[in-house]
C-alpha cells in the first residue's frame, strides 16, 4: 500500500509531469489514511481485540533461559502470582502446589499434631493466653520427610521468594476445627515486648492444604490503614480476607524493607464455620537458621 513499492516505475513515469504524480501520490495518500482509520476503529463492534491479542501473546510467550551463574538455574520459571496488596505487602500464589503434595503433607502432620502453643509475652501464661490460638500443630522439618515433598516445596518457595531455604524455620502445619481460630497477632517478635531478638521473621508463606467450606479465612484487618484508629477489637474478623484453597500459597512480610516490623502485617485466621481448615505456614527470618 505504500508508494516505496511503486518506486520501480518512476523512472518511466517522469515525463508524464507534475499533476499524475501528484494524482497518483493522492490515491495512496488517502487510501493509506482511510486504511488506518478502518483498523483502528472499532468497527466490528467488539471491544478491541488487538489489544487483548497482545495480552495473551506476552501471557504465552516462552522466554528462553540465558547464561547462569553458579548457583543459578537452568530455566525460567513461571510462577504465577497476584499482588494482593502493598500494604502489607502480600502476595497470592494460585495452584502452589498439587493436590497430591498437600494431601502428603496433611498426612505426615496427622501422626505428630498437638494443640498450638504461643510464643509468650511478658506477664503471659499458657492460662491466660487460652483462647488465642486454638488450632493444633506440628513443626515438620523437610529433612525427616522421606517423601521428598516438602524438600520441593520449600525450593519452590524459595524461587517464589528470592529468599535462601537456609532462611527458613521447619514447616508449621496447622488444623483448624469448626470454631477453631488465631486471633489478630503479629509474626515477628517487637522486641520491645518480647525481650530482645536474636532474628526476626521477616515473612510468612502460607501454603493452603485443604479447601474450606466456610470461614478459616487469612484475615488483615489493618490493610492499607484501616481499622488503626484504635477501634479495632482484636477479636474480629475484619478487613482484607483470603480464603483458603487447597495448594494456594500466601506470602506476606512483617517487616518493611528498612527491617522495622509493619504495623499493617497485623493477621490473623479467621473461624472455621464449616469444615476443616489444614495450612503449613514457612517462616523465614532476616538471618541463617541453625539447625533444620
Ligand atoms: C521504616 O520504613 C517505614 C515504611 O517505609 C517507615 O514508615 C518508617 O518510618 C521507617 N523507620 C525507620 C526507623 O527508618
Same mark, same amino acid.
Given at each position: 500500500m505504500k508508494p516505496k513499492t511503486r518506486t520501480g516505475g518512476f523512472g518511466q513515469s517522469t515525463k508524464l509531469g507534475l499533476p499524475i504524480v501528484f494524482c497518483v501520490c493522492s490515491?495512496? /495518500?488517502?487510501?493509506?489514511?482511510?486504511?488506518?482509520?478502518?483498523?483502528?476503529?472499532?468497527?466490528?463492534?467488539?471491544?478491541r481485540p488487538r489489544s487483548r491479542i497482545l495480552e495473551s501473546?506476552?501471557?504465552e510467550r516462552e522466554f528462553q533461559a540465558i547464561s547462569y551463574g553458579e548457583?543459578?538455574?537452568s530455566s525460567v520459571n513461571s510462577i504465577r502470582s497476584q499482588i494482593l496488596s502493598w500494604k502489607p505487602r502480600?502476595?497470592?500464589?494460585?495452584? /502452589?502446589?498439587?493436590?497430591?503434595?498437600?494431601? #502428603?503433607?496433611?498426612?505426615i502432620a496427622r501422626k505428630t499434631l498437638k494443640p498450638s502453643t504461643l510464643a509468650l509475652r #511478658?506477664?503471659?501464661?499458657?492460662?491466660?493466653?487460652?483462647?488465642?490460638?486454638?488450632?493444633?500443630?506440628?513443626?515438620?522439618?523437610?529433612?525427616?520427610?522421606?517423601?521428598g515433598t516438602l524438600r520441593l516445596i520449600e525450593q519452590k518457595i524459595a524461587k517464589a521468594t528470592s529468599l535462601p531455604m537456609s532462611h527458613g524455620e521447619a514447616f508449621n502445619v496447622?488444623?483448624?476445627?469448626?470454631?477453631?481460630?488465631?486471633?489478630?497477632?503479629?509474626?515477628?517478635?517487637?522486641?520491645?515486648?518480647?525481650?530482645?531478638?536474636?532474628?526476626?521473621?521477616?515473612a510468612s508463606f502460607l501454603l493452603y492444604l485443604s479447601d474450606v467450606e466456610e470461614g478459616g479465612e487469612t484475615m488483615f484487618p489493618y490493610?492499607?490503614?484501616?481499622?488503626?484508629?484504635?477501634?479495632?477489637d482484636y477479636k474480629e474478623c475484619a478487613g482484607l480476607k483470603v480464603k483458603p484453597r487447597q495448594g494456594d500459597g500466601l506470602l506476606f512480610y512483617s517487616l518493611h524493607p528498612n527491617g522495622t516490623i509493619d504495623p499493617m502485617s497485623l493477621h490473623g485466621s479467621c473461624p472455621v464455620i464449616t469444615g476443616e481448615k489444614w495450612v503449613a505456614t514457612k517462616w523465614i527470618r532476616n538471618e541463617l537458621q541453625q539447625d533444620d
Open positions: 490515491v495512496f /495518500f488517502f487510501a493509506g489514511f482511510f486504511g488506518s482509520w478502518l483498523l483502528n476503529n472499532d468497527i466490528s463492534g467488539s471491544e501473546v506476552t501471557e548457583t543459578g538455574e502480600a502476595i497470592y500464589f494460585p495452584g /502452589f502446589a498439587s493436590s497430591k503434595q498437600c494431601e #502428603k503433607i496433611m498426612e #511478658k506477664g503471659e501464661t499458657p492460662e491466660n493466653t487460652k483462647g488465642i490460638r486454638t488450632s493444633s500443630g506440628t513443626f515438620l522439618s523437610s529433612s525427616e520427610d522421606k517423601t496447622l488444623r483448624y476445627e469448626i470454631g477453631q481460630r488465631y486471633l489478630s497477632h503479629y509474626d515477628a517478635f517487637d522486641p520491645a515486648e518480647y525481650g530482645p531478638q536474636k532474628s526476626q521473621r521477616m490493610e492499607n490503614g484501616f481499622n488503626m484508629d484504635g477501634t479495632y
